[in-house]
Every structure is written in structure tokens, then in C-alpha cells.
């Protein structure tokens, strides 16, 4: 419920925008067809919160992209967009624990930003999905541990939109048909509250651009 309540006041109001809002830290991610601005719920998803400012704060989402837009077939309006850092382990810090959606009442809604993940549920690094409509189906139910929605869109969902219409093909498995043709590229991630804190870890994947 807190999800519901949460994704219909911040996606209905302009001012989330504008200022920064209590218990949360907004995400600029500048992709190349246009911003998306998300707000992090650093109340009541920490961990996972924590984890995703690491990656914009080190400049590890940078030069990244959008790879893959999963279009619901009964209705291609609906689905989500994922993208990060993909396979590229240079970028990558260590994984972060899971934060279940039973745990932090955040909920897969329209507009949600989700942790991607592999196998097991403490594997997430920095790919990410935002959803466009609502994704039960993602959210934690028993022993199903489902994926770490951990914030909200708050301006530029006509952004998600328009990626999820991209063309698509390719893939394997869960992904078949679903790989961008085109990637779209972010081009920076920036924080725009509070101070951004540098893991100083090494930047690997600088030294690999540069050769």
C-alpha cells in the first residue's frame, strides 16, 4: 500500500522535482533521448539505496546504456526497461543483500525502479529496471524472494515510455526478443541531493576506455 500511496503523490505532483523531499535522494540519469529523474527511497530501502548512490557517486553509470525493453504482449503499453552497467565487471563493486518488497512495503507499481538480478537474489549490482504500469508478479511472496523496488520516477516517464516502444530483437531465454537494437545510452548519472560520497575504489573501466 505504502507504494501505491507513494508512486500516485510523487508521479501526480511537480514539486518532488523542484526540491529535495525528506527521506529520499533524486537521481538524474541523462540518457540520450531525454532525462529521468528518480527519487530513492533511502528510508525504507538503505542497503539498496546506498548501493545504487555508490554507482552514480563513482561515475560507474556513466557512458552506460538502456539494453533491453520487456514489452507485455497482451499489451505493449505495459512492462519495463532495463539497464546499468550490463556485463561489464570493471564497473562492478561487490553485491548487495536483497531488501524484500515484504520488508520495505515499496511495490512493484508504475513508475517503480527495481534492482535486476541474477540467479540468487543477493546478486544485484547496478542494473536496474524501471516499470511502466504495474509488476506484481516482482514483488517478494513467501519463499519467492522477487526483485528490491527501492524508488520511484519523478519526472520523465514519457522518457521510459518512449524506450520501452523501441525496436527489439535478439536474446535468449527470459530475455528472447527483448534486447535493445539500438542501445540507448546514459550518458551521466548525477545525484541531486545531499553530498556524494566516492567509494575511491579504483575505476577500472576508465583505464580499459583510454587504451
Do not use: C
Amino acid at each position: 500500500m505504502r507504494g501505491l500511496i507513494l508512486a500516485a503523490l510523487l508521479l501526480g505532483a511537480a514539486a518532488p522535482v523542484d526540491r529535495p523531499l525528506p527521506g529520499y535522494v533524486r537521481v538524474r540519469l541523462v540518457t540520450s533521448i531525454g532525462a529521468i529523474v528518480v527519487a530513492l527511497d533511502a528510508r525504507h530501502a538503505p542497503g539498496t539505496t546506498a548501493n545504487f548512490l555508490t554507482y552514480v557517486d563513482d561515475g560507474r553509470l556513466d557512458d552506460t546504456r538502456f539494453y533491453r525493453s520487456a514489452r507485455r504482449q497482451a499489451a505493449a503499453q505495459f512492462g519495463f526497461i532495463q539497464g546499468g552497467i550490463g556485463t561489464d565487471a570493471t564497473r562492478s563493486i561487490d553485491p548487495v543483500a536483497m531488501e524484500r518488497t515484504d520488508h520495505t512495503g515499496i511495490h512493484h507499481v508504475d513508475g517503480t525502479i527495481s534492482m535486476a538480478h541474477g540467479p540468487s537474489p543477493n546478486s544485484a549490482t547496478a542494473n536496474f529496471s524501471i516499470l511502466v504500469g504495474p509488476a506484481p508478479n516482482m514483488d517478494a511472496r513467501g519463499a519467492a524472494a522477487g526483485y528490491a523496488a527501492f524508488g520511484h520516477v519523478v519526472a520523465g516517464m514519457d522518457v521510459v515510455r518512449r524506450i520501452l516502444a523501441v525496436p527489439t530483437g535478439g536474446g535468449f531465454d527470459e530475455m528472447k526478443g527483448q534486447l535493445i537494437l539500438a542501445p540507448i545510452r546514459i550518458i551521466r548519472a548525477e545525484r541531486l541531493d545531499g553530498t556524494p560520497h566516492p567509494s575511491g575504489r579504483f575505476k577500472t573501466w576508465l583505464v580499459f576506455k583510454n587504451r
